[in-house]
């Protein structure tokens, strides 16, 4: 199973969300997201994800 990391840089668009839901529904892929768009982001947890997760996306 592949571990993918998506960080959220500005808020998801209709693509982005449609996207992440269809990931979420696979069974090969366990997604994470990091919503840095959030008032005050934990970049130690980001720190952490990203060095668990087998590829990054970055929207």
């Known amino acids: 199973m592949s571990r993918q990391?998506?960080?959220l840089t500005t808020p998801p668009d209709e693509f982005t969300r449609t996207l992440l839901a269809a990931l979420e529904t696979s069974a090969s892929v366990e997604i994470t997201v990091a919503?840095?768009?959030v008032e005050n982001p934990d970049y130690d947890r980001l720190?952490?994800?990203i060095f668990e997760s087998d590829?990054?996306?970055t929207w």
Do not use: K, P, R, Y
């Open 5 to 7: 990391l998506h960080v």
């Open 35 to 37: 919503d840095l768009t």
């Open 47 to 49: 720190v952490h994800q």
């Open 55 to 57: 590829s990054i996306a």
